[in-house]
């Protein structure tokens, strides 16, 4: 919960640019009797009377329909009291008047995801972060982490678990982001609100270890993931957990527990192409290909597979079919270098000189562009953007 400090004190600041506007046709009478109720709207909120200060902003609507001030203190008002419908409605009027206020969308999309309006709270969510919100540090954090659940409950897994990755960043200690990066990392389209009682122990304990990994506590993550294996040692997702652990530290005893996920979750994509990247790494092509091949058939456009696929056929000579595979995997996922570092080698071998040169610059132009606020742009593996960010 945003409390009243922080949508008053920092939501408020600097929402108004260039002066307070009651509306462009008000009299002066008019905007005399707005500024006294808006006025004494804000001594009755300061003074903890939510209910007056509610009151005065509605009358100052109802004199003036497009005032800014009185919509935004009133949806303000309207959320800290846990009216979120309703600020809802007061905020969609106050954004269609300011579409340029960050903070306006900021607060609109936390009352929808009250509301339970997710797919237009994480829209408009995403919108306040475009804008920006300026050193309100705690209001970007409130987004992040609302942008990340919802992320991860429309099933954008490695997008949330980039969002919370920036959170850890700035405060690495914070038992919130447990959960969150329990149901990301196990890949679960749940809200942390939403976790049935008796799958919470097995979320937390997921969250807690991925977030020490994270956090380079590899001695606290390896009792964490050892804890969560012998407890749950059939449960979805906590083998490939461990075995994208285990490549971090210990590769070679990764394999047997993809080879794990892969009988409890025979349709994981990401546990295919995480052990057949290993495979690649052993020089076993065969099958690694096979198992690449796996995946692009339960998910034709994921990039890294058809990466693999493109990597194992060269190794194996298959020039013709290896470029192929990586031609498609740079239209799939263009912003990946290590698909254009392949490209570009490949290219190169077979004389084509000039798509060797356009590869290079577009590597060059990757470098020169790459987001400081994607994680996985330009990464170098395929875990870096295709699985949880476990590592």
């Given at each position: 919960m945003i409390r009243k400090v922080l949508l008053i004190a920092a939501l408020g600041a600097g929402v108004f640019p260039g002066g307070l506007i009651a509306g462009q046709g008000s009299s002066a009478a008019s905007r005399q009797g707005i500024d006294q109720l808006i006025q004494a709207g804000e001594k009755a909120r300061d003074s903890n009377q939510d209910d007056e200060a509610i009151r005065l902003f509605r009358r100052a609507l109802s004199i003036q329909p497009e005032s800014e001030e009185a919509l935004w203190y009133l949806g303000s008002m309207l959320y800290e009291t846990d009216q979120y419908a309703q600020s809802r409605d007061a905020l969609r009027q106050f954004v269609t008047i300011r579409s340029d206020a960050g903070p306006g969308w900021a607060l609109l999309g936390l009352a929808e995801f009250h509301t339970r309006e997710y797919p237009r709270a994480l829209d408009h969510l995403q919108r306040a972060m475009a804008q920006g919100m300026g050193d309100r540090k705690e209001l970007m954090r409130s987004i992040f982490y609302h942008v990340a659940v919802l992320l991860t409950r429309f099933e954008h897994y490695d997008d949330s678990m980039d969002m919370l990755l920036k959170m850890l960043a700035s405060d690495s200690q914070d038992p919130s982001l447990s959960e969150p990066a329990g149901l990301a990392g196990l890949r679960l389209p749940l809200l942390p609100a939403e976790i049935p009682l008796e799958r919470r122990e097995l979320v937390e304990?997921?969250?807690?270890?991925?977030?020490?990994?994270?956090?380079?506590?590899?001695?606290?993550?390896?009792?964490?993931?050892?804890?969560?294996?012998?407890?749950?040692?059939?449960?979805?997702?906590?083998?490939?957990?461990?075995?994208?652990?285990?490549?971090?530290?210990?590769?070679?005893?990764?394999?047997?527990?993809?080879e794990r996920e892969l009988e409890i979750s025979p349709s994981?994509?990401?546990?295919?192409?995480?052990?057949?990247?290993?495979?690649?790494?052993d020089r076993n092509f065969d099958r690694a290909l096979a198992l690449v091949r796996q995946a692009i058939q339960l998910e034709p456009k994921r990039a890294s597979a058809h990466m693999l696929a493109g990597e194992s056929l060269l190794a194996m000579s298959n020039a013709g079919d290896g470029i192929k595979e990586l031609e498609t995997a740079r239209e799939d996922d263009p912003s990946v270098n290590r698909i254009h570092w392949d490209l570009l080698r490949a290219y190169a071998a077979a004389g084509r000189k000039d798509d060797a040169d356009r590869e290079k610059q577009e590597i060059e132009r990757l470098y020169h562009s790459k987001s400081p606020g994607r994680t996985g742009e330009g990464a170098d593996t395929p875990r870096d953007r295709d699985a949880p960010k476990d590592r």
């Open positions: 304990l997921a969250g807690r270890a991925v977030l020490a990994m994270q956090t380079q506590r590899y001695e606290e993550a390896d009792s964490e993931f050892k804890r969560l294996v012998s407890n749950y040692p059939n449960e979805p997702g906590v083998h490939f957990l461990y075995g994208a652990y285990l490549t971090e530290l210990h590769p070679e005893q990764a394999v047997p527990e993809f994981h994509v990401l546990a295919r192409i995480r052990l057949a990247e290993q495979l690649i790494a």
